[in-house]
Nanobody
Framework: QVQLVEFGGGLVQAGGSLRLSCAAS????????MGWFRQAPGKERDFVAAITWFGGNTLYADSVKGRFTISRENGKSTLYLQMNSLKPADTAVYYC?????????????????WGQGTQVTVSS
């Protein structure tokens, strides 16, 4: 089992930045793919970004390319999402997820473990 806990959500003005963190515990995630997803009210949960823990290969949704950066810190088993140039459309609950696979994936069903989510609100 892998436990995931997200931190760092909050309220920010449009154009601002936030950094989300996700602490992983339990089984080692060194062979996992880690991802960030988000869900706005009344909408489905959408893919944001993913990274392979071992090689650092990344994948981003088109809507966040050039603005968001996913990274991981091996020694702390922590995943990050640096979000810059935030827009009101980025407002959502952000979820951290882990997948027992070797290649990055965007599909919800590819991920085995999920955090509880953290709210990000971007005001205009």
């Amino acid at each position: 089992q892998v436990q995931l806990v997200e931190f760092g959500g909050g309220l920010v003005q449009a154009g601002g930045s936030l950094r989300l963190s996700c602490a992983a515990s339990g089984r080692t995630v060194s062979n996992y793919v880690m991802g960030w997803f988000r869900q706005a009210p009344g909408k489905e949960r959408d893919f944001v970004a993913a990274i392979t823990w071992f090689g650092g290969n990344t994948l981003y949704a088109d809507s966040v390319k050039g603005r968001f950066t996913i990274s991981r810190e091996n020694g702390k088993s922590t995943l990050y999402l640096q979000m810059n140039s935030l827009k009101p459309a980025d407002t959502a609950v952000y979820y951290c997820a882990a997948a027992a696979r070797a290649t990055v994936a965007a599909a919800n069903r590819a991920y085995n473990y999920w955090g509880q989510g953290t709210q990000v609100t971007v005001s205009s």
